[in-house]
């Protein structure tokens, strides 16, 4: 059974950068499957921010491309999530996530989330 | 980037049916998933590619698909679906995923 937990803190001030990290136990995280960060403001709806497959190569939503990098690290199975100039709205609750692989994927296993307000 | 809309709300007794739709341009060519949200839980997958249900979902959660709309079928609804639910789509072209704008459900 795949896990996902993740991690980082849970405040970061206005213009700072946001730091998370998803760790995958249960499964390699060199398997064929792409590996997700979605973020959920207080009150709102889900929000993809991108994705990374084992080789490095991602996508991002266009809304945020500017400001997102996601890097995986294979020797530590886990991937990570910076998210640059911060503002209040981008306080939320940021879950990583895995897709499965098909031809037209969906998200079948998520982390527990983890909530991160942006605030001085 | 595609939009898919969903009902801000659906309300329905015990034991009847809910229909959540989500409609957009993008559903006609893609296959549909859907989730279900409940207070301070990660997002569960309750119906996958339009219609197939993951292991462990029951039966009374079933998806179609016509033209532009998608829709979420709750039958014999219980007290413990009321929660949040989520329609996503995945854009090949573009390679990004798309998530709808929710829609509560509340079991009167």
């Known amino acids: 059974q795949v896990q996902l937990q993740e991690s980082g803190p849970g405040l970061v001030k206005p213009s700072g950068t946001l730091s998370l990290t998803c760790a995958v136990s249960?499964?390699?995280?060199?398997?064929?499957?792409?590996w997700n960060w979605v973020r959920q403001p207080p009150g709102k709806g889900l929000e993809w921010i991108g994705e990374?497959?084992?080789?490095?190569?991602?996508n991002y939503n266009p809304s945020l491309k500017t400001r997102v990098i996601i890097s995986v690290d294979k020797s530590k199975n886990h991937f990570s999530l910076i998210l640059s100039s911060v503002t209040a709205a981008d306080t939320a609750v940021y879950y990583c996530?895995?897709?499965?692989?098909?031809?037209?994927?969906?998200?079948?296993?998520w982390g527990q989330g983890t909530l991160v307000t942006v605030s001085s | 980037s595609y939009v898919l809309t969903q009902p801000p709300s659906v309300s329905v007794a015990p034991g009847q049916t809910a229909r959540i739709t989500c409609g957009g341009d993008?559903?006609?060519?893609?296959?549909v998933h859907w989730y279900q949200q409940k207070p301070g839980q990660a997002p569960v997958l309750v119906v996958y590619?339009?219609?197939d249900r993951p292991s462990g979902i029951p039966e009374r959660f079933s998806g179609s698909k016509s033209g532009k709309t998608a829709t979420l079928t709750i039958s014999r609804v219980e007290a413990g679906d009321e929660a949040d639910y989520y329609c996503?789509?995945?854009?090949?072209?573009?390679?990004?995923?798309?998530f709808g704008g929710g829609t509560k459900v509340t079991v009167l």
């Open positions: 996503q789509v995945w854009d090949s072209l573009s390679d990004h995923r798309v």
């Open positions: 590619d339009d219609s």
């Open positions: 249960g499964g390699s995280i060199s398997n064929t499957y792409w």
């Open positions: 996530a895995r897709d499965d692989g098909s031809g037209s994927p969906y998200f079948d296993y």
């Open positions: 993008i559903i006609g060519t893609y296959s």
């Open positions: 990374i497959y084992h080789s490095g190569s991602t």
